[in-house]
């Protein structure tokens, strides 16, 4: 079923002919309808209209809004009554939208004559997505490289000026264009739903995107920063011709279902009609770029839920962050796990992977998967593998009971208890400075309180330890720690033994 907008007009407009240029730029929608056409009311009555109502402050009941965008593909008949439309798109596929004059005689002169600006953007829907949206984006632009979100098809565009899309924002487009004339915008979108799916047991279930639309005016500087408008609409993309088989494998169900269970979900429409977004948008400059960010939240959600939930969002992502990857992780689990670790461009590999199909994987396989570099990085950190020390010693402090013992030894007393505890200490630099704070880290002094380092050589003497003599230590070689006191002052010379 198709429907068609009719505004209501008083009869001097529609003797100017605004009505017919209105008619124009909504040819194509409403034909199945023949000469009927709807009203005002019974478009604000249609179920998309009645999901807002409950966000929108009382005196804005009946407002008429100043813009009016309209998607013109197909809403979903599988969506109840009371919740927001879902409309269903083919990737790379060009999809028209029409910006629409919704303005009463006298409303926003100041714009009369002259051009705004529109800033078309593909985000989440999924408030979690949302939280991680620059991560996301980044792992996308990773596994697609070169490629847009988001792009404009020029050549079929009707009344855009100055188009433009930023290398660096791969989800954004932007255009001026002039409400008093026939505007029309075709769009790409070329991510698809399940490309940011964690799928816990191969599911194919796709995340929602959001299509939004932030329209600005001009300040007195000229720079289209002033925020008029903003809308938008949840869809699903999907691969070339997937939308038209999701579409039609929709439709079956439900008239499958008996008259009854029909009456809870709405009819499909023709057009999909962009409803408003309550924000506040504001200006950031960086580099001298134009930036426009949302602070505010989406219609129907608390800003207290969303800072509660923010903040557990964070915390768990700390915690997760900060632990190895554990056996009993779900494939959800697993895959924040890669993104968290810089393993973003491979999470398509490991889709399916729990904590223990990755912990099982050899590193011959790793490699062959993610190649060399990519692939030792990751079993190194799969395994939990620290870095090997480049020398590795063992002390143990000398005693008056360790001298004791040790002399009875010596003089072939079996029964005497020759048991020492020895310590590692692990070096990196290879210098005696390094083993100096090694040491006095070990028995809990200052390091300043060591004043010189000694090896015990032949003959007894002693052989001050240089960072050469350090490099040529053989790795686990075993001392034994004598301190001996400075008479010069409160330090203490070390010996090793």
């Not at 017919?20 to 179920?47: K, N, R, T, W």
């Amino acid at each position: 079923m198709a429907w068609a907008l009719k505004l209501p007009l008083t009869d001097e407009v529609i003797e100017s002919g605004l009505v017919q240029d209105f008619d124009a730029s909504l040819s194509g929608i409403g034909q199945e309808l023949g000469a009927g056409a709807y009203s005002m009311s019974d478009v604000l009555a249609l179920p998309i209209f009645k999901q807002e109502e409950s966000n929108l402050p009382p005196d804005s009941d009946n407002k008429i809004l100043p813009f009016q965008y309209v998607l013109c593909a197909a809403t979903s008949p599988a969506v109840k009554l009371h919740d927001e439309t879902l409309t269903y798109l083919n990737q790379g596929q060009s999809y028209e939208i029409r910006m629409l004059d919704n303005r009463k005689i006298g409303e926003l002169p100041e714009i009369t004559g002259k051009m705004v600006k529109s800033i078309i953007r593909v985000v989440f829907h999924d408030r979690r997505l949302q939280y991680t949206e620059h991560q996301q984006l980044e792992g996308w632009r990773w596994n697609r490289p070169g490629d847009r979100i988001l792009d404009l098809d020029i050549p079929m565009s009707v009344g855009i000026i100055d188009p433009r899309a930023n290398p660096t924002q791969l989800n954004t487009v932007e255009f001026l264009w002039d409400p008093s004339k026939r505007t029309s915008v075709f769009i790409q979108v070329h991510c698809i739903s399940t490309e940011f799916t964690m799928r816990k047991h191969g599911g194919e279930k796709g995340v929602p995107f959001r299509i939004q639309i932030d329209t600005f005016k001009e300040n007195e500087n000229g720079e289209y920063t002033e925020h008029l408008h903003s809308a938008s609409c949840q869809v699903k993309v999907f691969k070339p011709k997937g939308a038209d088989r999701k579409q039609k494998t929709d439709r079956e169900k439900m008239e499958k279902r008996a008259p009854q269970e029909k009456e809870k979900y709405q009819p499909s429409y023709e057009t999909t009609i962009l409803t408003e977004v309550r924000t506040n948008v504001t200006e950031q400059k960086c580099d001298g770029n134009v930036t426009y960010v949302n602070n505010s939240p989406s219609p129907g959600f608390n800003s207290t839920h969303n800072i509660v939930a923010f903040l557990i969002f964070f915390l768990q992502s700390v915690l997760f962050s900060a632990q190895n990857l554990l056996p009993t992780a779900t494939p959800q689990d697993a895959q924040q796990w890669l993104h968290r670790n810089r393993f973003s461009p491979f999470c398509r590999l490991f889709t399916n992977f729990s904590g223990a199909d990755l912990l099982k994987l050899t590193r011959e396989d790793v490699i062959q998967i993610c190649g060399p570099a990519d692939g030792i990085r990751l079993f190194n950190a799969l395994k939990g593998r620290v870095v090997r020390p480049r020398l590795t010693i063992y002390v143990c402090q000398e005693s008056q009971q360790a001298r004791e013992q040790q002399t009875k030894h010596e003089n072939g007393d079996a029964a005497a208890n020759t048991f020492f505890v020895y310590h590692a200490i692990y070096l990196e630099e290879l210098t005696s400075a390094e083993l100096t704070e090694k040491i006095a880290q070990l028995f809990n002094i200052s390091p300043r309180q060591i004043n010189q380092i000694f090896k015990q050589g032949p003959t007894g003497i002693h052989v001050l330890v240089s960072d050469e003599m350090i490099q040529n230590f053989q790795d686990e070689v075993c001392f034994v720690l004598d301190t001996m006191k400075d008479d010069t002052n409160d330090g203490y010379h070390i010996i090793l033994k």
